[in-house]
T-cell receptor
Framework: AQKVTQAQTEISVVEKEDVTLDCVYETRDTTYYLFWYKQPPSGELVFLIR??????QNEISGRYSWNFQKSTSSFNFTITASQVVDSAVYFC????????????FGKGTRLSVIA | NAGVTQTPKFRILKIGQSMTLQCTQD?????MYWYRQDPGMGLKLIYY???????DKGEVPNGYNVSRSTTEDFPLRLELAAPSQTSVYFCASRNRDRDNSPLHFGNGTRLTVT
């Protein structure tokens, strides 16, 4: 069975602080994919990143970075110098390699960035 | 391209009423999904389809039905609405490829059953 745990239900930070959102996953598959999605207050779901299980390199995109560690089954997301526009619910998700496998989502972390 | 389009955006139903949530995509994606989002609970899969004529149950299928007669459309049917079906419903699609492409989501339908 696949499972994604986002233990942080809500986080509040002051603007310009760095913040890390945790994601821990469970799977028996050797090949799988991990995702992060952002849901701003307007409600739509925005894709942020996809990572496959064979690529453990960390990734940086502007103020966003992702740390994938298979040894701890974690795929954490860090926002550097947070901004009010980063306020949203962030979801981590997992699927295995079979093409038709739906994504399994964590419960999400609500991030509030206070000016 | 419009992407994934869901209608209606909002709906209020009385207990026992039925309705169909519409979802259509213009990206020629094979895979389509219906998720529901309850506060603090993330997204839970209701039904999914890997192509026209093929549907499968997800984690929470009870009280819902789907059909997939065309590649573009994947409607979700509620036959006897119950308060427990009050939720935000998201339709999503993705391409069939080897690298598990990301989901494209519609903007959601907010349903209230009273």
């Amino acid at each position: 069975a696949q499972k994604v745990t986002q233990a942080q239900t809500e986080i509040s930070v002051v603007e310009k602080e760095d913040v890390t959102l945790d994601c821990v996953y469970e799977t028996r598959d050797t090949t799988y994919y991990l995702f992060w999605y952002k849901q701003p207050p307007s409600g739509e779901l925005v894709f942020l990143i996809r990572r496959n299980s064979f690529d453990e390199q960390n990734e940086i995109s502007g103020r966003y970075s992702w740390n994938f560690q298979k040894s701890t089954s974690s795929f954490n997301f860090t926002i550097t110098a947070s901004q009010v526009v980063d306020s949203a619910v962030y979801f981590c998700a997992l699927s295995h390699n079979s093409g038709n496998t739906p994504l399994v989502f964590g419960k999400g972390t609500r991030l509030s960035v206070i000016a | 391209n419009a992407g994934v389009t869901q209608t209606p955006k909002f709906r209020i139903l009385k207990i026992g009423q039925s309705m169909t949530l519409q979802c259509t995509q213009d990206m020629n994606h094979n895979y389509m999904y219906w998720y529901r989002q309850d506060p603090g609970m993330g997204l839970k899969l209701i039904y999914y389809s890997v192509g026209a004529g093929i549907t499968d149950k997800g984690e929470v299928p009870n009280g819902y039905n789907v059909s997939r007669s065309t590649t573009e459309d994947f409607p979700l049917r509620l036959e006897l609405a119950a308060p427990s079906q009050t939720s935000v419903y998201f339709c999503a699609s993705r391409n069939r490829d080897r690298d598990n492409s990301p989901l494209h989501f519609g903007n959601g339908t907010r349903l209230t059953v009273t």
